[in-house]
């Protein structure tokens, strides 16, 4: 099993910053990829970013180069910087784990989610 804990989510004006930890602890042995998810109201999660072990990361249209997504392997941690903030990336944030084990099975891990609030 694999614990993920988010932080850093919250109320900001549009033009803001805020930035997301989420800390995996438990089973963390071959976590693969980490990465982010949101989902605002009446809506399905969508992928924002993600950033496998090696560092390869892969964003949404919507938030390339206004996010940035990091890892510290050593910490067991990813983070997102999210910069000039719109009102239209209000939503819950979700962090995301995946698992490979050595016979290919691969394990998701979702975290419990954190508010975004972007006012105009």
């Known amino acids: 099993q694999v614990q993920l804990v988010e932080s850093g989510g919250g109320l900001v004006q549009s033009g803001g910053s805020l930035r997301l930890s989420c800390a995996a602890s438990g089973s963390i042995f071959s976590i693969d990829v980490m990465g982010w998810y949101r989902q605002a109201p009446g809506k399905q999660r969508e992928l924002v970013a993600r950033i496998t072990r090696g560092g390869y990361t892969n964003y949404a249209d919507s938030v390339k180069g206004r996010f940035t997504i990091s890892r510290d392997n050593a910490k067991n941690t990813v983070y997102l910087q999210m910069n000039s903030l719109k009102p239209e990336d209000t939503a819950v944030y979700y962090c995301?784990?995946?698992?490979?084990?050595?016979?290919?099975?691969?394990?998701?891990?979702w975290g419990q989610g954190t508010q975004v609030t972007v006012s105009s």
């Open positions: 995301k784990a995946e698992q490979l084990l050595v016979d290919g099975t691969v394990y998701h891990y």
